[in-house]
């Protein structure tokens, strides 16, 4: 199931420990089209990440998130 975005990708998370995440947009091609970086602190409650993909053309990207403990792959469609 691919999820389809129009200018903004919003994930909810949830984090157990502090942590530096990595959040990146990568096209089909592999390469990085936008990144961004957090420094979480611990909470029980979840968190959003909202990212800005108006600037991206329409097509299909993965958002990949990594950190010290995980690396998870998220395919999405931008269709403006």
Do not use: C, M, W
């Amino acid at each position: 199931y691919k999820r389809q975005v129009n200018n903004v990708l919003n994930i909810t998370y949830s984090k157990i420990q502090a942590i530096r995440i990595n959040f990146s947009i990568v096209d089909i091609l592999g390469k990085v089209v936008l990144s961004s970086e957090e420094n979480l602190s611990y909470s029980i409650n979840p968190s959003i990440k909202s990212i800005n993909v108006s600037a991206l053309n329409n097509g299909n990207y993965f958002l990949e998130i990594s950190s010290e403990s995980i690396l998870e792959s998220i395919p999405f469609l931008v269709s403006h």
